[in-house]
């Protein structure tokens, strides 16, 4: 089973900073392909970055320049650096770890980000 805790969200002021951490458990963590999605309320959810095995990153077009997706596969943990945040980017951020070798995906329990004006 695996477990993925995401942490560091917050109130912040827009232009602030935030950083997210997910900490996997119960999988082998190098060869999954790790993925940042947001919710706000009355929208559906939307893919904010994602990085593969191999370390290839995509961002959404409204987060490129700003956010930064990381691994440390040592940890077992992925980030999103989250600078030059504006209102729009507040939502419920979940992490999201795709397993290529099982064919499975799972969801962390998501961490709230809310940017005020």
């Known amino acids: 089973q695996v477990q993925l805790v995401e942490s560091g969200g917050g109130l912040v002021q827009a232009g602030g900073s935030l950083r997210l951490s997910c900490a996997a458990s119960g999988s082998i963590f190098r060869l999954n392909n790790m993925g940042w999605y947001r919710q706000a309320p009355g929208k559906q959810r939307e893919l904010v970055a994602h990085?593969?095995?191999?370390?290839?990153?995509k961002y959404a077009d409204s987060v490129k320049g700003r956010f930064t997706i990381s691994r440390d596969n040592a940890k077992n943990t992925v980030y999103l650096q989250m600078n030059s945040l504006k209102p729009e980017d507040t939502a419920v951020y979940y992490c999201n770890a795709d397993l290529p070798y099982y064919g499975t995906n799972y969801w962390g329990q998501g961490t709230q980000v809310t940017v005020s004006s």
């Open positions: 990085i593969t095995s191999g370390f290839s990153t």
